[in-house]
């Protein structure tokens, strides 16, 4: 229903810009939504390793606001807790409960690792949703990292504690044994395709909902009297964006402590 919903608006807004706007608007309607992801050179030179870009000013303020609201907010530790401190003791104990109850007893241990990418996602999204900002998650390079982190971690992790029993994982004794290397190929790739599509699910979801969200601002801009119609739209959007903002936050870090329990408890 809600993508029903969503294509609905999606054509509305197309075909008033189409007969509602202006033909001197319409002439000139450029919308460009790919490029509010360009990365830019704050001191004002070419973009290289070490220059310091709009990803690396909204990553700094990402760790910044993780760090003023589970430090700074909770450092009170009031036994009437203000707002602040009640959404760190809530988000502190939402995370423990999902690592204990996905990865289990052992996972506890990995906590901290885990709380601190779902903080980071977390607010890195919701800034990203401010007008006129950067959003971070919206890049593969970022994304690519803190998948790239998990995996590592979790392959070390299995291999530390279990040695070579970690390829137990790939292998399917629950299976015929004549299907058992078919499955342990299978297994295989889809061990290695996992930091791609944990990567590229949070950058894609992200992406795609702030190029929606400029195309319909586009609209707006070129369609006078009738922009209420794409303004409408955005509102709808951008809300659903906040959802998106936590739902994939959520995602990143529910899928880290599965591949956690897999490192943990390999066997089939």
Same mark, same amino acid.
Request: hydrophobic share 60%.
């Given at each position: ?144 990292? &803190? #998948? $790239?982190? %998990? ?12 040695? *070579? +029993?970690? !390829? @137990? =994982? ?31 699910? &949070? #950058? $894609?979801? %992200? ?12 609209? *707006? +801009?070129? !369609? @006078? =009297? ?43």
């Amino acid at each position: 229903m809600g993508k029903l919903f969503f294509y609905v608006a999606l054509a509305l807004v197309v075909v008033s810009g189409l007969v509602f706007a202006p033909p001197a608007e319409l002439a000139k309607l450029a919308i460009h939504p790919m490029e509010q992801f360009g990365v830019a050179s704050l001191t004002g030179g070419t973009v290289s390793t070490f220059a310091i870009t709009n990803v690396t000013l909204w990553l700094a303020l990402a760790v910044v606001c993780v760090f003023l609201l589970m430090v700074v907010g909770s450092s009170r530790r009031a036994i009437v807790p203000g707002r602040a401190q009640s959404v760190a003791e809530l988000t502190y104990g939402f995370i423990y409960k999902m690592v204990e109850d996905v990865a289990g007893k052992d996972g506890v241990k990995f906590f901290p690792y885990i709380m601190t990418l779902f903080m980071f996602i977390l607010m890195a999204n919701f800034l990203g949703l401010i007008p006129m900002s950067f959003t971070t998650t919206s890049h593969i390079a970022v994304t690519a990292i &803190l #998948a $790239g982190l %998990v995996f590592f971690t979790v392959t070390i992790v299995g291999f530390v504690k279990n040695g *070579a +029993g970690f !390829l @137990g =994982l790939f292998w399917v004794s629950s299976a015929p044994l004549a299907l058992r290397p078919i499955l342990a190929i299978i297994e295989l790739i889809s061990y290695f395709v996992r930091p791609v599509s944990h990567s590229i699910r &949070l #950058a $894609g979801n %992200v992406m795609a909902g702030h190029a929606v969200l400029k195309v319909f601002a586009g609209f *707006a +801009g070129a !369609l @006078g =009297l009738f922009s209420f119609l794409p303004i409408f739209a955005i509102t709808a959007v951008y809300a659903l964006e906040v959802l998106v903002a936590f739902i994939q936050a959520y995602v990143f870090t529910i899928l880290t402590c599965v591949y956690l329990k897999d490192a943990l408890h390999p066997s089939h």
